[in-house]
């Protein structure tokens, strides 16, 4: 059974950065697609990005693109979120979710694992 947990969220200033990884258990990741979702409160959750197959191929929505940098290791079985220039509005829960057929979506139904999150918090 695969299972995923996501760690480094904490509390960093405006303009600072963090590196979020989402570290598999029970199976390897290198041919499921791997999205990152975050949720504030009193919000919906959306999609960040999302990094597919060994392939490498990588998605990235409009608010974090250009800041934001997503990577897998597959002999770690490893994701990562490089997440630099950081604003108070990317204060979330972020979540990482596994495509277990191998393509990337913006839905949170295409992603059949989650983790149960990492509290990023951006504020001076």
């Known amino acids: 059974q695969l299972h995923v947990v996501e760690s480094g969220g904490g509390l960093v200033q405006p303009g600072g950065s963090l590196r979020l990884s989402c570290v598999a258990s029970g199976a390897t990741l290198d041919y499921y697609a791997i999205a990152w979702f975050r949720q504030a409160p009193g919000k919906e959750r959306e999609g960040v990005s999302c990094i597919g197959t060994s392939s490498g191929t990588t998605y990235y929505t409009d608010f974090v693109k250009g800041r934001f940098t997503v990577s897998r290791d597959n002999a770690k079985n490893t994701i990562y979120l490089q997440m630099n220039s950081l604003k108070p509005e990317d204060t979330a829960v972020y979540y990482c979710?596994?495509?277990?057929?191998?393509?990337?979506?913006?839905?949170?139904?295409?992603?059949?694992?989650w983790g149960q999150g990492t509290q990023v918090t951006v504020s001076s």
């Open positions: 979710g596994v495509a277990t057929f191998g393509i990337c979506e913006w839905y949170r139904g295409a992603y059949d694992v």
